[in-house]
């Protein structure tokens, strides 16, 4: 294995662990609403990459306008409009029903970067694919229950939310690794940094629309401290960890590797998203839960040595 597939690989599964993350999100908030966190988190992030690249003098000089235009493009349809897709998907569709739809992201992803790019043979690709339906359908059978049926609002608006949202992340992965494509010289961390910055722009230009409807709990709740510490200090960390480090994270694996196996990688973010939410709950993991990520954990396996041997035999149907 290639030094450069190994750094893509760990990079991949690292992207995956830190966005696994979100899964703790509202179990530590408190009262507040995810909304206040991600203004923490895109402004904290936002402001990291100004940094960035306020210490990449040089880099930036370099930098073309149609590079901030696409980064910044980047960042509104990867970021801030996945995120709202999700939330949104979330409050209509449920807590579980929507994570339940975004599972399919790696899958869809993965198809689509393995037509757009034919770097390994379908019939190498079938058995990870599988594998993966397999463990996610497992993983997330608790959807089919009554009782998580009962937590949707409207399925008829968050179902095409959480539709939306994978579309998003699918259109996401592929043009993120089209534009580093055409930019072989690009910098990682100045691209992560140029992305961060768009996303934080974006969602302070947001924030008066979003006080309009009443979506932040922060004017209610305020952020006087020591009463709002832990919300500043999980929202900071979780926006270091989740959204700057699995950017960059994503950054370097997109350089490395074809979209069709960093997709795979992703279908990890599950398993560590399963582990997360286990500890939140202090409780172990039910049968299915455990055959799920453990048939998600072989399929990943598969799926690196299926494109470790993809050099060696022409991609074919």
């Not at 029903?97 to 975004?102: D, E, G, M, S, Y």
Request: charged share 10%; hydrophobic share 60%; proline share 5%.
């Amino acid at each position: 294995m290639s030094n450069s597939l190994l750094i893509g690989i760990a990079a991949a599964l690292f992207a995956a662990l830190a966005w696994a993350l979100n899964f703790i999100v509202p179990f530590v908030i408190g009262d507040y609403s995810v909304f206040d966190c991600a203004v923490i988190r895109f402004v904290v992030t936002g402001a990291m990459g100004l940094c960035i690249l306020a210490f990449r003098v040089e880099s930036v000089r370099k930098l073309r306008y149609v590079d901030w235009l696409v980064a910044t493009g980047l960042a509104l349809i990867g970021y801030v409009g996945y995120f709202l897709s999700v939330v949104g998907a979330a409050i209509f569709a449920g807590p579980v029903i929507a994570p339940a739809f975004l599972g399919l992201v790696p899958i869809v992803l993965a198809i689509a970067g393995n037509l757009r790019h034919p770097t390994v043979a379908w019939r190498s690709l079938a058995a990870p694919l599988f594998l993966a339906v397999v463990g996610l359908a497992l993983v997330n059978i608790s959807v089919f229950d009554p009782e998580s049926m009962a937590t949707a609002r409207s399925l008829i608006i968050g179902v095409p939310l959480a539709i939306l949202s994978v579309i998003l992340w699918t259109w996401f992965g592929l043009a993120n690794q089209q534009a580093l494509a055409r930019r072989p010289h690009m910098d990682s961390g100045v691209w992560t940094a140029l992305i961060l910055v768009g996303g934080g722009l974006a969602v302070v230009v947001l924030m008066p629309l979003g006080l309009a409807m009443g979506v932040f709990s922060t004017p209610r709740l305020g952020l006087d401290w020591p009463a709002s510490a832990p919300f500043l200090l999980w929202s900071a960390v979780l926006g270091v960890i989740s959204l700057f480090g699995g950017a960059l994270a994503w950054t370097v694996a997109s350089q490395r590797l074809p979209v069709a196996l960093s997709a795979q990688l992703i279908v990890s973010e599950s398993v560590f998203g399963t582990i997360f939410g286990l500890a939140v709950h202090g409780r172990w993991p039910t049968l299915p839960e455990a055959c799920g990520s453990a048939i998600l954990t072989v399929g990943v396996i598969i799926a690196i040595q299926a494109f470790q041997g993809a050099g060696k035999t022409p991609a074919a149907a």
